[in-house]
């Protein structure tokens, strides 16, 4: 099993929609979780941590689930901006000396 | 406050040859780490620094060396480039603590030719 695993996609949705991915991840010890955007042949750019109780950051919602080992981002209603690779991020100690990337969701939302 | 700066932006190498890339920190910031993205894939892990020490090393040849200075700048040094070794190098930096998340500077594009 890979560190961290995400669906490649693309996912192609409608402006206004709902989506959703998840990423999982194979360390169980793992401490802190995030999720990043990408925008094409830009630097990642942090866009949510993702806390054990969940947490929400207008339409984002990231989700943990230590049980099962994934973590998942829900977009609302979602923008043509909104357009970019998602990448999930797993840090496996307590230590900051190496946090791992998943190779990222692509997301296209159509006008 | 001047975010992550990384120089030069582009390069461009011929295969044998030896290569710097540079990175400054956000001000305050004691960690910076490394990291190769090759095109449609994540960002690989390859160095992190914090207080000038090496905090960890990612599976890459020993081609591949860094350091940090006294002012947290840092620098990634590839030797004997190979065309594989084409790709987009990020620098990330930190405070430190694992919780942050990291700041990434716009990238160094080095080709390989």
């Known amino acids: 099993r890979k560190e961290v695993e995400q669906d490649p996609g693309p996912f192609n949705v409608p402006e206004g929609a709902t989506v959703a991915f998840n990423c999982t991840y194979s360390?169980?010890?793992?401490?802190?979780f995030f999720w990043y955007r990408q925008d094409c042949r830009k630097e990642p750019k942090l866009l949510m941590s993702v806390y054990s109780s969940g947490n929400e950051d207008g339409r984002f919602t990231a989700q943990l689930n230590r049980a099962s080992q994934y973590i998942s981002l829900l977009i609302r209603d979602s923008k043509l901006s909104d357009s970019a690779t998602y990448l999930c991020?797993?840090?496996?100690?307590?230590?900051?000396?190496?946090?791992?990337f998943g190779k990222g969701t692509r997301l296209h939302i159509l006008p | 406050d001047a975010g992550v700066t990384q120089s030069p932006t582009h390069l461009i190498k011929t295969r044998g040859q030896q290569v710097t890339l540079r990175c400054s920190p956000i001000?305050?910031?004691?960690?910076v780490s490394w990291y190769q993205q090759v095109l449609g894939q994540g960002p690989q892990f390859i160095f992190q620094y914090y207080e000038k020490e090496e905090r960890g090393r990612g599976n890459f040849p020993d081609r591949f060396s860094a350091r940090q200075f006294p002012n947290y700048s840092s620098e990634l040094n590839v030797n004997a480039l190979l065309l594989g070794d084409s790709a987009l190098y990020l620098c990330?930096?930190?405070?430190?603590?694992?919780?942050?998340?990291?700041?990434f500077g716009s990238g160094t594009r080095l080709t390989v030719v």
């Open positions: 360390n169980s010890a793992s401490q802190s």
């Open positions: 990330a930096s930190s405070p430190g603590a694992a919780n942050y998340g990291y700041t």
């Open positions: 001000s305050g910031h004691k960690s």
């Open positions: 991020v797993v840090n496996p100690g307590l230590r900051d000396d190496k946090i791992i």
